[in-house]
């Protein structure tokens, strides 16, 4: 069997799937079954917490400048949250149903 990865980033934009903030979850959940439909075997994914700065105190979480919203980000620092743990996104959740 041939090998063939895949990958989101900046592209493909709405309405194609991505992990997007802003997108349906339709779309979040599609990037997965858009890999398993064509074949695919592996899915690259370039970053998952990427974000630029996280303030802890106005619970503000800034994506980085130039990225569609959400672009790299799956999970959260927990502290804005105060918890000691990491938030998953609700796209990361997605992306685990687009799984199963």
């Not at 709405?14 to 349906?24: I, K, S, Y």
């Not at 800034?62 to 743990?85: A, C, W």
């Amino acid at each position: 069997m041939r090998e063939w990865w895949t990958y989101v980033c900046m592209g493909p934009s709405d309405p194609h799937p991505n992990w997007h903030l802003g997108m349906r979850g339709t779309q979040h959940r599609a990037v997965m079954w858009r890999v398993w439909k064509e074949g695919g075997t592996g899915f690259l994914y370039w970053g998952a917490n990427c974000y630029e700065k996280a303030t802890v105190a106005s619970a503000e979480i800034k994506f980085r400048h130039g990225l569609p919203p959400g672009d790299g980000v799956l999970y959260y620092p927990g502290e804005v949250f105060s918890t000691n743990q990491p938030v998953a996104s609700l796209r990361l959740e997605r992306l685990l149903s687009g799984l199963q």
